[in-house]
């Protein structure tokens, strides 16, 4: 018996779809802007996850720009006849697409893009008994949108030699609820002659919820379960510790048992940190229609899964620890827009990853030089060992925690009036609120540490001749780096960052690291 501990995949891992090949589980999930895009992760037992790749590596696959929460968009995986598919939309390059792979860690194809033939966004694949491929997607009512979020779902045989739309589509449903908003992330499934339609509705916020259709003929009108919607947390009220729950995938085991993934936010002073991780539950059909963890009607903490456990590591799956001992970058660190080597070298300095600054700064739109890790809880230590040595007041240097271009918490390693100094400052919608400077007494390596507690931070550091470490900044208010206050789609990552607007400035980290607080 494997145990689940939701969330599965802890941090901002947004809109999962999962499949199934044999006894071997994968789940992607959404990216955005950052890169690499679209991670992929495995399992054996529904309870451990490991991350084996991202399916978006090149630049010709992930061509995204603009708002953080721009670019990749709910992506579906799904497998037939021994070819991994992942469809998704770039909402900043192309809209729709979809890339192949014969071994779901890569290489993945060129991708696909299905141009005009397919608006909308979240599309799904569904492969009949006979080998057809349908296409299932959302687009705004073609009769004309009447309100924000007049959508509808629809489907399209796609022809698999040509990569291409063919026949005619058909709207097959609109979304449980009268006049509902964002009838999305639509996937179909057929059991016991059913064509089933699980989709999410309501919008991705405190009114997400899953709702089901069925239909014997994949182009009629699908009917509504009568228990629609079939799960959702809004009606726990607002301090229930998870909210926006929805957006579902379904999958079976080789023995018959059915569950759900979805997403869903776990919440701390009615504010979200993480934005949107991966939550599993359990599944039974009842009189043709699925019921989401049965008896319960809620995400539970622990889910118990009748598989024999499988781990693939002992990692701890609350903490990162990163050194640069390897010649490949760590997969779990993300660049924003690209990750290349323009910006590091693990080769210049052994044991250390060498970011070289660029002219393009945090606060801008575009690609800087940042690597970062995504936070995974409200109670955690986030830290870096940097060797940095400004020589303008245009170079900095440090760790960022990161919401978006306009809110973000910088520590940063800077030069001030011929003064090294660590800066500490807070930007909120895209102003510097507040800002501090401490001294820095020698060179050498400096360890910046962030220590959270419940949306409260304090900033500490230590100097290489120093034996202990210093609180620089304390009770720093962290709610400005939620998606509440921030808006978007995204969670927060903590990662290294360097600037300057001299092109042979770098700055040399030692380690990254990510801890869960357990005090």
Same mark, same amino acid.
């Not at 950052?34 to 037992?45: K, T, W």
């Not at 229930?240 to 059915?258: C, F, K, Q, R, T």
């Not at 970011?355 to 230590?381: M, T, V």
């Given at each position: 018996?494997?145990?689940?501990?939701?969330?599965?995949?802890?941090?901002?891992?947004?809109?999962?779809?999962?499949?199934?090949?044999?006894?071997?589980?994968?789940?992607?999930?959404?990216?955005?802007?950052?890169?690499?895009?679209?991670?992929?992760?495995?399992?054996?037992?529904?309870?451990?996850?490991?991350?084996?790749?991202?399916?978006?590596?090149?630049?010709?696959?992930?061509?995204?720009?603009?708002?953080?929460?721009?670019?990749?968009?709910?992506?579906?995986?799904?497998?037939?006849?021994?070819?991994?598919?992942?469809?998704?939309?770039?909402?900043?390059?192309?809209?729709? /697409?979809?890339?192949?792979?014969?071994? #779901?860690?890569? &290489?993945?194809?060129?991708?696909?893009? $299905? %141009?005009? =033939?397919? !608006?909308?966004?979240?599309?799904?694949?569904?492969?009949?008994?006979?080998?057809?491929?349908?296409?299932?997607?959302?687009?705004?009512?073609?009769?004309?949108?009447?309100?924000?979020?007049?959508?509808?779902?629809?489907?399209?045989?796609?022809?698999?030699?040509?990569?291409?739309?063919?026949?005619?589509?058909?709207?097959?449903?609109?979304?449980?609820?009268?006049?509902?908003?964002?009838?999305?992330?639509?996937?179909?499934?057929?059991?016991?002659?059913?064509?089933?339609?699980?989709?999410?509705?309501?919008?991705?916020?405190?009114?997400?919820?899953?709702?089901?259709?069925?239909?014997?003929?994949? /182009?009629?009108?699908?009917?509504?379960? #009568?228990?629609? &919607?079939?799960?959702?947390?809004?009606? $726990? %009220?607002? =301090?229930? !510790?998870?909210?926006?729950?929805?957006?579902?995938?379904?999958?079976?085991?080789?023995?018959?048992?059915?569950?759900?993934?979805?997403?869903?936010?776990?919440?701390?002073?009615?504010?979200?940190?993480?934005?949107?991780?991966?939550?599993?539950?359990?599944?039974?059909?009842?009189?043709?229609?699925?019921?989401?963890?049965?008896?319960?009607?809620?995400?539970?903490?622990?889910?118990?899964?009748?598989?024999?456990?499988?781990?693939?590591?002992?990692?701890?799956?609350?903490?990162?620890?990163?050194?640069?001992?390897?010649?490949?970058?760590?997969?779990?660190?993300?660049?924003?827009?690209?990750?290349?080597?323009?910006?590091?070298?693990?080769?210049?300095?052994?044991?250390?990853?060498?970011?070289?600054?660029?002219?393009?700064?945090?606060?801008?739109?575009?690609?800087?030089?940042?690597?970062?890790?995504?936070?995974?809880?409200?109670?955690?230590?986030?830290?870096?060992?940097?060797?940095?040595?400004?020589?303008?007041?245009?170079?900095?240097?440090?760790?960022?925690?990161?919401?978006?271009?306009?809110?973000?918490?910088?520590?940063?390693?800077?030069?001030?009036?011929?003064?090294?100094?660590?800066?500490?400052?807070?930007?909120?919608?895209?102003?510097?609120?507040?800002?501090?400077?401490?001294?820095?007494?020698?060179?050498?390596?400096?360890?910046?540490?962030?220590?959270?507690?419940?949306?409260?931070?304090?900033?500490?550091?230590?100097?290489?001749?120093?034996?202990?470490?210093?609180?620089?900044?304390?009770?720093?208010?962290?709610?400005?780096?939620?998606?509440?206050?921030?808006?978007?789609?995204?969670?927060?990552?903590?990662?290294?960052?360097?600037?300057?607007?001299?092109?042979?400035?770098?700055?040399?980290?030692?380690?990254?690291?990510?801890?869960?607080?357990?005090?």
């Amino acid at each position: 018996m494997a145990i689940a501990n939701n969330p599965i995949l802890k941090g901002f891992y947004p809109d999962p779809s999962i499949c199934r090949v044999g006894n071997d589980f994968y789940i992607v999930t959404s990216s955005f802007v950052y890169a690499p895009g679209v991670p992929i992760f495995h399992s054996r037992d529904l309870a451990h996850w490991e991350q084996i790749g991202h399916v978006l590596e090149t630049e010709e696959q992930l061509k995204v720009s603009g708002d953080i929460s721009d670019g990749i968009y709910a992506p579906t995986i799904r497998y037939h006849d021994g070819l991994f598919y992942m469809i998704t939309t770039n909402v900043s390059y192309g809209g729709n /697409f979809i890339v192949t792979a014969e071994n #779901p860690e890569g &290489p993945w194809s060129k991708p696909y893009y $299905l %141009g005009d =033939d397919a !608006p909308g966004i979240d599309p799904s694949l569904f492969f009949d008994d006979d080998g057809r491929c349908y296409y299932v997607g959302t687009r705004p009512n073609p009769s004309g949108v009447c309100y924000n979020g007049d959508w509808e779902i629809w489907v399209q045989e796609l022809d698999l030699k040509s990569m291409k739309l063919i026949g005619e589509s058909a709207a097959i449903w609109k979304g449980a609820v009268k006049d509902v908003i964002w009838p999305e992330g639509p996937h179909i499934y057929k059991k016991d002659g059913y064509y089933y339609l699980l989709h999410a509705e309501g919008g991705t916020g405190p009114e997400h919820s899953i709702s089901v259709a069925r239909s014997k003929d994949i /182009f009629k009108w699908f009917e509504g379960c #009568p228990r629609n &919607p079939i799960f959702s947390h809004r009606n $726990l %009220g607002k =301090d229930y !510790p998870i909210i926006y729950a929805g957006h579902g995938d379904l999958v079976d085991d080789e023995n018959g048992n059915w569950y759900v993934v979805m997403l869903a936010s776990r919440q701390c002073e009615k504010h979200c940190s993480m934005g949107r991780e991966t939550f599993l539950a359990k599944v039974i059909w009842e009189d043709g229609w699925p019921v989401i963890s049965p008896g319960i009607g809620r995400l539970e903490d622990k889910v118990e899964i009748p598989l024999e456990t499988v781990r693939f590591s002992e990692e701890n799956q609350w903490n990162d620890v990163i050194h640069f001992f390897d010649n490949t970058l760590d997969q779990r660190l993300v660049g924003i827009e690209k990750r290349n080597e323009t910006i590091y070298s693990l080769e210049d300095r052994k044991g250390y990853l060498r970011l070289f600054a660029k002219q393009n700064r945090i606060e801008d739109e575009g690609y800087p030089a940042y690597l970062g890790l995504r936070q995974k809880d409200y109670s955690f230590e986030a830290g870096c060992g940097v060797e940095f040595e400004p020589k303008t007041n245009k170079d900095a240097a440090g760790l960022v925690l990161f919401q978006n271009s306009k809110n973000n918490l910088r520590m940063l390693v800077c030069n001030v009036e011929g003064k090294k100094v660590l800066r500490v400052s807070e930007w909120v919608k895209g102003k510097e609120i507040n800002k501090k400077d401490y001294n820095l007494s020698s060179d050498g390596l400096l360890e910046i540490k962030l220590r959270a507690k419940n949306q409260h931070g304090q900033i500490w550091i230590k100097e290489e001749t120093a034996n202990a470490y210093v609180c620089v900044a304390e009770d720093i208010n962290l709610l400005a780096y939620t998606t509440e206050e921030a808006g978007g789609f995204v969670g927060c990552t903590i990662g290294m960052y360097a600037a300057s607007d001299s092109d042979d400035t770098y700055a040399d980290f030692a380690w990254l690291s990510f801890l869960k607080d357990e005090n």
